[in-house]
Structures are given as C-alpha cells and as structure tokens.
C-alpha cells in the first residue's frame, strides 16, 4: 500500500514542478514579450547583445520550457519503468530511496534556474542602459509588519523553537553534540538567517525587476515576506516529521513525506508569487516609446 502511495505522490511531483509550474513560469515571461514589443517598449530591450532581444528572450524562455518537459517525460518513463519491474521503495536499503527523490527534484529544478538567470541578465541590461527612471514613492518611514502580520512571524519561529526543541530532546539535553548535530542545527540556522537578510534587502528598497512601479515593489516585498515565512515554517514542519520517522523506524515513509515536501516547497513559494505578483497587473508604462 505505501508504494502504490509514494508513486501516486511522485507522479503528482512530476506532473507539478516539470508540467503545470513550469508552464505558468514561461507565460508569465512570454506574457511580458507579447504584450510589450521592442517596437512599443524599447527600454525594456537597450543594453542588450543582441540584435533582435524579444527573439532571443522567447527562444530562451520556450527551451526552457522545453527542458522541463522533457525531463517530466523522463520522470513518467521512470515512474512506468518502476511499476513495471516491481520496484518498491519501502524495501530499499539504506538511503537510496531519498537520493533518488532529491537527485530528482534537483533536475527538475534545472530549467527553473536557467530561468531565472536569464531574467536576471534581462534585469541587469536594463539596470546597464542608465535609462532608469525616477519613480514616485510613499516618504513615511516603513514598518516590517506594514507588510507582514505578527502572528506570520510568530508562526514561524514557535516552528523553529518546536523543532530544534524536538531535535535536541531526541538527542538527549545533556548529552554532548557530535558533528551531525552542530551541522543540522547551525545549517537550518542559517538558512533562516540568510531569509531574514534577503528580506530586509529588499525590504531596504532594492528592488526584484528594474522595471517596478513603488505599488509594485510594495506587492513583492510582502508577497516575499510570505514565501520566507512559510519556507521556515515548512522547513520545521518537514524536519520534525522527518525526526518522527528516524526515531520510530518508518523509513519507508521518507520518500514519500520528502516528495510532498518539494511539492509544498513550489506551491507556497513559486506559486505564491505568481498569485500575488501577477505579471499582467504589473506597470510597464515607464519603458514604453516617449517616455520619461
């Protein structure tokens, strides 16, 4: 019963992350290119090496794309090969099981990436061109919790206390740490440490896209705000189901809670800003032909 489970759940993982999110993420990009041309608004294109930018762009975003898709494809055979061959991953010895789910979700997030640094580069050939405007601000000092409710905070570290409380109790209080401790405990440590720098960063007016408007940036650093808060509190959420399975010997539960955590992972954290965020609701107006 738990392999037909964690096939049915990997099979969503595939179908998720390399099929539905992957095609949101290339609409959103394609959106931007359809609905403002070089002919319309060229400062969105300047700066760059190439002759044709939205040519180039579309090209880039649809392989990517592609890419996904393929290695989706890739993960369906696998899953097919599985159920035909009689392979069970509750009676996978070791940790092999969990390597298989994390390599594959790291090739998954290959075209997301790739993704992301060509966006990137675009953002910085506009930022190259010099033709950044001025844009209107709101002068009154900002507050952290103007863009993120306390009890979001709160949440989020009652989930880190609970889990380092749980992992250090099943540990044993008084007994002295061995490497494994001190590099789980530092590392998801700073992992929440480097969440919060990132969100003051942004927080402290650097902006994601040279292009936002100040209603726009205020949209994103909340909606970065959420994203942070619900990666910690699924962070801690994971780690105490994962030190549940350790401590009771339900090993064959692991890839199974690991998959949904990735999924979990994409859904409240790419496709939280895609639905706060949303491209068409963005201002362009300040790159089109003309203007100021």
Excluded at 130 to 144: E, H, Q, S, V, W
Excluded at 204 to 226: C, H, N, V
Aim: charged share 15%.
């Amino acid at each position: 019963m738990i392999n037909l489970i964690f096939f049915t759940v990997f099979l969503c993982q595939v179908i998720l992350i390399s099929m539905i999110y992957s095609k949101k993420m290339c609409d959103q990009s394609m959106h931007i290119l359809e609905t403002c041309p070089p002919s319309d608004y060229p400062k969105l294109y300047e700066n760059s090496k190439y002759a044709y930018p939205g040519k180039r762009l579309r090209e880039r975003f649809r392989n990517h794309y592609w890419l996904s898709l393929t290695i989706g494809t890739c993960g369906l055979l696998l899953l097919t090969a599985m159920l035909i061959t009689g392979y069970a991953p509750s009676r996978t010895k070791e940790n092999g099981h969990i390597v298989f789910v994390v390599l594959f979700f790291v090739l998954q997030s290959i075209p997301y990436i790739l993704h992301a640094v060509t966006t990137q580069n675009w953002h910085r050939n506009i930022r190259g061109s010099g033709i950044l405007p001025t844009r209107k601000a709101d002068l009154r000092p900002r507050k952290i919790l103007d863009f993120i409710p306390p009890t979001y905070i709160a949440t989020a570290a009652l989930a880190f206390i609970g889990w380092l409380t749980y992992y250090l109790y099943n540990k044993g209080l008084t007994t002295a740490w061995d490497w494994q401790t001190y590099v789980t405990v530092v590392g998801v440590t700073v992992i929440n440490f480097i969440m919060i720098a990132v969100g003051l960063n942004y927080f402290r007016g650097k902006k994601f896209g040279p292009y936002q408007a100040y209603k726009d940036q205020k949209k994103s650093i909340e909606t970065l705000f959420r994203v942070f808060v619900f990666a910690s509190v699924m962070l801690s959420l994971h780690l105490v189901v994962a030190e549940a399975i350790n401590q009771n010997g339900w090993d064959e539960y692991e890839p199974l809670v690991l998959s949904l955590y990735f999924q979990a992972v994409i859904i409240f954290g790419l496709g939280e800003v895609m639905r706060r965020s949303k491209i068409e609701n963005m201002d362009f107006s300040v790159y089109q032909k003309g203007q100021l």
